[in-house]
């Protein structure tokens, strides 16, 4: 992780999809945020056998995998609705763990990104040690994962 004055960089640890941790979720329990976004995707497919067999795996990888098998996928139909289910997990994942919880609010108000070298949607395509992050000009990806935690953190903040 690295932190300056105005952004939290992060790719791994508490922030991440892969971080470990039990989440219940729309009736079923989940061991990362991974497996829940995976699952939505085999849902809003209607991939049902895909969905049950990730319900099986813990391992985020795992999880991965088996979204990339997603039957009748998508990705023009999955971009909008893949946004809010990200945030309907994170925000499970951060009000069921104190500690986690914890740990969002404690970035107060600074920018979180995803300092992923190798993914330019939910990251930046960028990793935390390289100098070019701290220029939002040479970031080359959305970092939509920082800004759905972003807005969990603001969701808690409010209720």
């Given amino acids: 992780m690295r932190v300056t004055d105005t952004h939290i960089f992060f790719w791994g640890e508490e922030f991440s999809n ?7 979720y729309k ?8 497996q829940i976004f995976m699952w939505e995707k085999a849902m809003f497919f209607k991939d049902t056998e ?7 795996v813990g391992n985020p990888s795992m999880a991965k995998k088996l979204g990339r098998q997603v039957k009748n996928f998508d990705s023009v139909l999955w971009l909008l609705p893949s946004y809010q289910f990200m945030v309907d997990a994170n925000v499970e994942k951060f009000t069921q ?5 914890k740990k969002l609010l404690e970035t107060g108000s600074k920018i979180l990104v995803e300092a992923s070298p190798y993914d330019t949607i939910w990251g930046i ?9 701290l220029d939002e000009k040479n970031w080359k990806g959305l970092n939509l994962l920082g800004k759905a935690l972003m807005d969990v953190r603001n969701i808690i903040k409010n209720q």
């Fill in 18 to 24: 892969w971080y470990d941790c039990v989440i219940n």
């Fill in 27 to 34: 009736g079923h329990v989940f061991d990362n945020t991974e």
């Fill in 50 to 56: 895909t969905a049950g067999r990730i319900l099986k």
């Fill in 97 to 101: 763990n104190e500690y986690l919880k």
């Fill in 125 to 133: 395509g960028l990793g935390e040690a390289d100098d070019e992050i």
